[in-house]
């Protein structure tokens, strides 16, 4: 008689290809006669950014621009500099089929070099390594039931998130800065940068609403050659389309600017009191459902040989989301008479290690902040100086296999000169994060039982006795004896199946 089986089917999310690569950088190039001559390179900084990606049959394509802005002094000890795009791409070939697959990819500069072969003339070596990895949506068969009184099953629940989609989006924003009141016309721009901190991600049925801001920060110098810093905040939100979403689902939300631009605009009058910015910045919701599955955790027939298939599933499930900021402040030391004051200062930062400790997420990493200023001689000069950092949040309970990718961006920061050779650094992290529990199970797929072969049993009574261990799991001992797990814990009277004494038990022997 072949026995009735209920069956689920079960979502996960699987890496089916991932992969790394660099793309080389060299390149020359020569500035313009309307640009001072170098008298001395400060800082040579490079910033990629993925444009735009293709899938075509198995192979993945990734454009990208590498922003090069080479900050240097004229003969005049004047603050200058250039900004060089060069594009970069590079292909990938997937050993797997990734139609239908979602295509994440990174990238950062590994190494710049830069050197100035005249005055005019600049040589630039280094690399960008791109990263990619393509997930798909995994469909398993699950048994969670099967109607066979000879079959004994142990059920279990897994804690699941099924995902429900991805979804990628740009964002494109074009934008008027305003110089504040007494700020002297703009001459040239000297460096810009932009990060973006996602605030919000509210789920509608079929749609997800991401807001956030845009921070943009640069450094220009004024007709009469001053340096002058501007700052700005620019709200922005995106409504996203992901079918079969509802509010009760959950969201691990990202954004990541993909083009950058800002240059001084000159009004009717003549007068350069504003810039110019052009930015595209992609947006990605990935969005699940909570959704625990009754699952069969193991299975064995008590009469008849049985051959029973497993399957190991990865189930990830949301356990937080983290979204907030936290201060970081240092004091920071310089050579002796190397800077009498600061022009400028940004910063970046890298993560070391994300770790799990003592019910809390822990992540490490380190802000490198870049200073210009002037040094006693009425020079410019450039530092570099490195700051670390830990940041802790404290969890509900341990999360045991947590995975998480967090994003650490610094929102503002700010610095006093304590003295001569010391200066106090202060910083405003933002941190996103989505933090999932993982748990690999190995879930029953199907049961076939073979009534042609009976099994054999070595006890003929209808009882047999057992001195049982603390610890032990009555399904280790029904499974072991061929025999009902329900029926030894009734004729015991044992309502935990896992003891915690040494004890004498009944098994029935049907």
Not at 426 to 431: G, I, P
Request: charged content about 25%; aromatic content about 6%.
């Amino acid at each position: 008689m072949e026995s009735k089986k209920l069956k689920n089917r079960v979502y996960t999310k699987e890496i089916i290809f991932r992969n790394s690569a660099e793309a080389p950088i060299d390149a020359d190039f020569t500035m313009p006669d309307y640009f001072a001559e170098i008298s001395k390179i400060l800082k040579c900084r490079a910033v990629s950014r993925i444009s735009s990606k293709s899938v075509s049959g198995r192979n993945i394509t990734v454009d990208g621009v590498l922003t090069v802005t080479v900050i240097y002094s004229d003969e005049s000890c004047r603050l200058c500099s250039y900004e060089h795009q060069h594009p970069f791409n590079k292909t990938f070939e997937a050993d797997v089929d990734i139609d239908g697959g979602e295509i994440v990819c990174s990238s950062k500069c590994e190494y710049i070099n830069c050197r100035a072969v005249t005055s005019r003339k600049i040589d630039i070596h280094g690399a960008v390594g791109i990263g990619i990895k393509v997930t798909k949506r995994k469909g398993t068969d699950v048994i969670t039931d099967v109607d066979d009184c000879n079959i004994e099953l142990r059920r279990g629940v897994a804690p699941a998130t099924s995902p429900m989609g991805c979804a990628e989006k740009y964002l494109l924003i074009e934008e008027e800065i305003e110089l504040s009141g007494g700020q002297p016309d703009i001459r040239s721009v000297i460096r810009y940068d932009a990060s973006v901190a996602l605030k919000e991600c509210k789920l509608l049925a079929g749609k997800a609403m991401v807001k956030g801001d845009m921070t943009v920060s640069l450094l220009y110098c004024s007709e009469d050659g001053s340096a002058q810093t501007v700052r700005t905040v620019i709200p922005c939100s995106q409504i996203l389309e992901i079918v079969g979403i509802t509010e009760n689902c959950e969201c691990e939300a990202k954004a990541e600017i993909a083009f950058l631009e800002i240059k001084p605009r000159t009004s009717m009058s003549g007068e350069t009191k504003s810039l110019s910015l052009n930015a595209k910045i992609l947006i990605c919701c990935e969005t699940y459902c909570n959704n625990d599955v009754d699952v069969v955790l193991d299975a064995f027939s008590k009469k008849y040989e049985a051959d029973i298939k497993r399957n190991d599933v990865c189930f990830s499930k949301i356990f937080c989301n983290i979204n907030e900021n936290f201060n970081c402040k240092k004091s920071i030391s310089f050579p002796e008479g190397s800077l009498s004051s600061v022009t400028d200062m940004w910063c970046d930062v890298r993560i070391d290690n994300t770790k799990m400790m003592d019910n809390s997420l822990v992540i490490n990493g380190c802000v490198l902040a870049s200073i210009i200023g002037v040094d006693n001689c009425g020079e410019p000069a450039f530092f570099e100086k490195a700051v670390e950092f830990e940041y802790k949040y404290p969890l509900e309970c341990e999360v045991l296999g947590f995975k998480c990718e967090p994003s650490v961006k610094v929102i503002s920061s700010g610095y006093t000169i304590t003295s001569a050779d010391c200066l106090e650094l202060r910083m405003e992290l933002c941190v996103n994060a989505t933090v999932y529990q993982c748990s690999n199970m190995a879930l029953i797929t199907d049961v076939e039982t073979d009534e042609s072969c009976e099994l054999k049993k070595t006890d003929r009574g209808a009882m047999t006795i057992y001195f049982a261990n603390a610890g032990e799991n009555i399904w280790d001992i029904a499974r072991r004896y061929l025999a009902s797990v329900r029926e030894i814990m009734e004729i015991n009277g044992i309502e935990d199946e896992i003891l915690a004494n040494n004890v004498m038990i009944m098994v029935p022997i049907s």
